[in-house]
């Protein structure tokens, strides 16, 4: 028996409109791209009516791309590499490793997505419309959104974004979409089932969020995200804490009972919890060698760094990569 469907189009990347663009046109398609701002691809699955899965595995060089966003989607967007910011219409939200982040629009959006420094970027977006997330989520005795998701499109606000921080399951899930282990023929329903498990665990992550903590005030909510922000963008080289608490505005004593109040865990424990998570994508998403990882994370001897992650992860990075690959 015959299992041959046609080869998924393989097209030239022009603009950061062209999955949307081309998503009318094809069922599924892979953007090549190789220009002075992009190398790599990203690729695009209807999966089915109303629902989209988009994968991009790109190096991005520093700069900015403005471009169109439909409204009345639900994106689920979880980074495993990079770090850079998209801008909402008035609304700026950071997007960096490590993180899933949910949002919802009303109305077409202009976005612009800008990217500090040259970096890879690896990450995963499930598009919905709200039909077609109720219609996924329930049987036919129920047409309601978990609430959180229904308060979204329900709110004065035109841009909803909430966010998430990302477990190791979730990792597991985008690592297979992103890198498949099945034939052509079972790709489509292979996706499909990656994707509905991606979503579970991805409302799972929303609806578990740690809520803004009591007591503590927006002021230094907002600080306290900033610095983790800044701390994911210097994890090869953390500041010091005198510099950390400069940059929140508050005294270091200040800063360490406020962190660890809001994320259960000293700054150093955060960093150390940053280098493995980063670690662990490099080792699976990258061919990147043991000792330019441990470079890349600012070990300057690599046994320094095998000794870390085998500490954190109970296993050596050449096993985990063997493991995950």
Not at 60 to 76: K, N, Q
Not at 219 to 247: G, K, M, S
Not at 263 to 282: D, N, T
């Amino acid at each position: 028996m015959s299992h041959s469907l046609p080869a998924i189009p393989e097209l030239t990347g022009t603009s950061g409109n062209d999955w949307w663009t081309l998503q009318h046109r094809y069922e599924a398609f892979r953007l090549r791209w190789d220009t002075a701002g992009n190398r790599g691809w990203e690729a695009l699955h209807r999966l089915d009516q109303g629902i989209w899965l988009r994968l991009i595995n790109l190096d991005e060089s520093a700069g900015s791309e403005t471009f169109s966003l439909p409204g009345g989607y639900f994106y689920v967007s979880c980074k495993l590499l990079g770090a850079n910011r998209i801008t909402l219409g008035e609304r700026t939200q950071s997007l960096p490793p490590n993180q899933l982040v949910l949002s919802y629009h009303t109305a077409p959006l202009t976005c612009v997505d800008t990217c500090p420094s040259h970096e890879r970027y690896v990450m995963a977006i499930l598009v919905m419309t709200e039909a077609a997330l109720t219609r996924l989520l329930n049987d036919s005795a129920s047409t309601a959104l978990p609430g959180f998701m229904a308060r979204m499109t329900h709110q004065a606000d035109p841009i909803a974004l909430c966010s998430a921080p990302l477990d190791a399951r979730t990792r597991r899930c985008v690592n297979d979409m992103l890198q498949p282990p099945t034939p052509p023929h079972l790709l489509r329903p292979y996706l499909f089932a990656k994707a509905v498990e991606y979503l579970c665990l991805a409302i799972g992550a929303f609806d578990t969020a740690l809520p803004l903590t009591p007591g503590l005030r927006q002021r230094d909510e907002e600080a306290l995200a900033r610095l983790c922000e800044h701390l994911e963008q210097r994890v090869a080289d953390p500041p010091r804490l005198a510099e950390l608490a400069r940059l929140a505005g508050m005294s270091e004593s200040k800063l360490k009972a406020l962190f660890k109040r809001r994320y259960g865990m000293p700054i150093s424990q955060h960093v150390q919890h940053l280098k493995c998570r980063r670690a662990e994508a490099l080792l699976t998403l990258t061919d990147l060698s043991t000792d330019r990882i441990a470079a890349e994370l600012g070990y300057e001897h690599t046994g320094n760094f095998i000794t870390f992650f085998k500490r954190s992860m109970g296993t050596t990075p050449a096993s985990y990569r063997r493991r995950h690959r």
